[in-house]
């Protein structure tokens, strides 16, 4: 599985920005797909996740209710829909991937992730 995040860009505080996150080489139906952010000096966290198995999400505590995780699977692409941005989401947002192989809720936790795409930066600023 290939995946291309895009979106990502320069927005102020209070801000709206869409990440895609489009996968190739393979359709995403028993795939978990996630999205993670790592700012400058932390370590990636993640942020969001869909199971398409259950039709489940999962948001952390810093972004439920503004943050809002989609998919189109006509297209095989992951959206992010970020709302009410804050200078602390400035990051670099990632997607990825991994197999499901029974029902169950989306995890966020990165080592289980097999499939990454390339980042989008974020940047929150005035």
């Known amino acids: 599985v290939q995946l291309q995040a895009s979106g990502g860009g320069l927005v102020q505080p209070g801000g709206s920005l869409r990440l895609s996150c489009a996968a190739s080489?393979?359709?995403?139906?028993?795939?978990?797909i996630g999205w993670f952010r790592q700012a400058p000096g932390q370590e990636r966290q993640g942020i969001s996740c869909y199971t398409n198995r259950d039709k489940t999400t999962r948001y952390s505590d810093s972004v439920k209710g503004r943050f809002t995780i989609s998919i189109d699977n006509a297209k095989n692409t992951v959206y992010l829909q970020l709302d009410n941005l804050k200078p602390e989401d400035t990051a670099v947002y990632y997607c990825g991937t991994y197999l499901t192989y029974y029902s169950g809720n989306c995890r966020l936790t990165e080592q289980i992730y097999d499939y990454w795409g390339q980042g989008t930066q974020v940047t929150v600023s005035s």
């Open positions: 080489g393979s359709t995403l139906e028993n795939y978990a």
